[in-house]
């Protein structure tokens, strides 16, 4: 008995002394735990998926440390201090678009990158939060919800970059960047006249977007949603094998490492974008469940976290950090199944990709700052 007394007493010493040290760095145990077991789980994932090549595992290993240590150092920044910084990130963010419009890298037929020697990095990922800090900073100053103006304003700040990384050509960013503005938006209680009159001019614009915005591989994608096999062998083929593996991997799947689509080749971006089919070919149903179940987690404790925020810009920031990661997950297993056109969106914390990971994970740092600097009540 006293043996068992003991244990507990240094597990109960133990618990006490992580959550003074998770408090001291200003981290949220809740939401670091579901960070790090999905993060862990992608990077299980990743070594089948990456197959022969170890070296892009232990590059993204090499980027999760950056990441996590990303995070940590954000939620260390003060909140007023975002507040303050989010009109410059946002100017920087364009200066650096109208850079890769002038002096981009190119690869793979579009110019999103901007190589400087040490780093090669997509500037489009800054205005991932950019945005939102942006719109975050307009609407804290200004009655809630928003008037017709403010709307207005909003809606500008965000699709000057939506427009310039949609011509890069990026249309998936260029999505997501205009999401997070939105998401602020609704969060600011957007009424839904607004919501339904801006619905209408979207679907009024989409002959305009379909006819002058969008590239003819574009515009074969979404042809392609409609009906994959009518070019099996060319724009179909990777939702055709993705739907191949996902559906071969049945309810408990092949097995970790044993998946045909994903082992001999016919899965293509495996281990970036089309990951999410690797899950469900080797791990069946029940691996996309579980994945499901973490995301979910995350989502629901980021927005928990947003309604204990102290003011107006932290609880629309960190509202939009948590929805705009939900966005990334459903976006790409929308595409990955056949529900959504192929838009090149990753899926959070798994796929392979740096940028992606450090720009996740910076969001959640500065989730973490504001939801630390909230007032204590009683």
């Known amino acids: 008995m006293m043996y ?19 408090r001291a760095l200003h981290l949220d145990g809740m939401l670091l735990s579901g960070l790090v ?14 197959g022969d090549n170890t070296a892009l595992w232990f590059n993204q290993l090499a980027r999760l440390g950056i990441g996590f240590a990303v995070m940590i150092a954000l939620a260390q920044v003060p909140d007023h201090f975002f507040r303050m910084l989010s009109p410059a990130a946002y100017a920087l963010g364009l200066l650096l678009l109208v850079a890769v419009a002038v002096a981009g ?9 901007l190589d400087l020697g040490v780093v090669r990095f997509q500037p ?7 945005v939102p800090m942006m719109c975050a900073w307009y609407l804290h100053q200004r009655p809630l919800p928003p008037s017709l103006r403010d709307v207005t304003v909003v809606m500008l700040v965000l699709l000057v970059p939506t427009l310039l990384i949609a011509e890069q050509p990026d249309l998936g960013t ?27 001019l ?49 309810v408990f799947g092949k097995g970790w490492t044993n998946g045909s689509q994903a082992q001999l080749e016919f899965l293509p971006e495996r281990s970036t974008d089309f990951i999410y089919a690797v899950i469900g070919e080797e791990l069946g149903l029940l691996g996309l469940i579980a994945l499901l179940i973490g995301y979910l987690f995350i989502v629901w ?18 509202g939009s950090i948590a929805l705009t990661f939900f966005v990334y997950a459903f976006v790409n297993a929308g595409m990955v199944t056949g529900l959504l056109p192929v838009v090149g969106v990753p899926l959070p914390l798994v796929s392979y990709g740096g940028t992606s990971f450090v720009t996740l994970m910076a969001g ?15």
Do not use: N
């Open 124 to 130: 489009s990922e800054i205005l991932k939060l950019g």
């Open 202 to 250: 979207v679907g009024a614009a989409v002959p305009l977007v379909w006819r002058f915005l969008m590239h003819e591989y574009q515009r074969q994608r979404v042809l392609t949603l409609l009906d994959p096999q009518s070019d099996a062998l060319g724009a179909g083929y990777h939702i055709i094998q993705s739907q191949i593996a996902i559906g071969s991997g049945g």
């Open 37 to 50: 077991a999905v993060s862990f789980f992608g990077m299980f994932i990743l070594y089948s998926a990456a």
């Open 301 to 318: 404790r980021g927005l928990y976290m947003a309604t204990q925020c102290r003011d107006a810009f932290a609880r629309l920031l960190s």
């Open 364 to 378: 959640f740092g500065i989730l973490m700052s504001l939801y630390s600097s909230r007032k204590l009540v009683g």
């Open 105 to 113: 890298d190119v690869g793979k037929g579009a110019q999103r990158w």
């Open 174 to 200: 260029a999505l997501l960047v205009a999401v997070a503005g939105l998401i602020v938006l609704v969060l600011g209680g957007l009424p839904w006249t607004y919501l339904l009159g801006g619905a209408a």
């Open 4 to 22: 068992g007394e003991l244990g507990a007493s240094r597990t109960r010493r133990t618990v006490t002394a992580t959550a003074r040290l998770l």
